[in-house]
């Protein structure tokens, strides 16, 4: 496979404390990849960097072959990498449809002043954004509440509502965090054949969750993250099987106990 996303030696330090120290590794083209670790191994941070949201003190990131490291986000989403956060990112009082949008005009955004004047440029671009939506919408079984305003939505629509936004923008890659906290299993069973069929359209897929009845249903790989440096990658099962990841997530001494 190739190499869609290199992540090398990439280091932040918050006070004197490293997040994230010499982390590295590799995403490869229409996989997915499932990122975990203990709280406060550096996960979120790790995300943050690569999006462009807080640029790191050292390393770098390649996407698609390209240096990217420390590009703001909505020039990354321009090339195609997009993320979505732990929170949900909607506007309440916006319609589903409204919100979606938002995604789409990221790369469909015909200028201020072409939208101003409703040039003929700016209708097309406004057509193209629509249809984007509609199918987006289809695509995420969100189409009958297309009209609801967001905040009327059951926590686990806002979850998908915000994918929406992200693949709107027709990412390659898109990174999401924690896409099941608060979810109930129906829920988060939802959301995993949801991100499979992200996958089946070609797009690579970054997930960070604690949910590792949902990680293990829906990663090709999966890299864990401790103290801010990499620990194991490996399928799921060798990772969660894996003595020093047990350690990580448990203590000393219950690693031993799994080999015995």
Not at 58 to 79: C, M, N, Q, W, Y
Request: charged content about 20%; overall charge negative; some cysteine.
């Amino acid at each position: 496979m190739t190499a869609l996303l290199s992540v090398s030696d990439l280091s932040r330090h918050f006070g004197g404390v490293a997040a994230v120290d010499g982390l590295s590794f590799d995403v490869n083209d229409n996989e997915i990849l499932g990122i975990i670790g203990p709280n406060g191994a550096g996960k979120t941070t790790a995300i943050n960097l690569i999006s462009g949201v807080i640029k790191p003190d050292s390393g770098s990131v390649l996407f698609s072959g390209e240096e990217v490291t420390g590009i703001a986000p909505h020039r990354l989403a321009d090339k195609g990498l997009v993320r979505t956060f732990q929170a949900t990112t909607v506007f309440d009082q916006r319609t589903v449809r409204e919100n979606t949008l938002r995604g789409a005009y990221l790369s469909l955004f015909p200028g201020f002043f072409p939208a101003l004047f409703a040039t003929a440029a700016a209708r097309r671009k406004r057509s193209a954004a629509e249809a984007l939506v509609d199918e987006v919408l289809d695509w995420l079984s969100l189409t009958e509440v297309a009209e609801i305003t967001a905040g009327n939505l059951p926590y686990g629509y806002q979850k998908t509502l915000g994918m929406a936004i992200a693949l709107a923008a027709r990412p390659r890659l898109v990174m999401m965090d924690e896409p099941v906290a608060g979810l109930s299993a129906e829920e988060a069973d939802h959301v995993r054949d949801t991100i499979k069929r992200v996958r089946e359209r070609g797009i690579t897929v970054i997930v960070i969750d604690h949910n590792m009845r949902f990680i293990s249903g829906l990663c090709d790989r999966v890299f864990v993250i401790h103290q801010g440096r990499g620990l194991a990658v490996g399928t799921p099962a060798d990772v969660l099987s894996n003595t020093a990841v047990i350690e990580a997530y448990l203590g000393k001494g219950h690693g031993a106990a799994v080999d015995h």
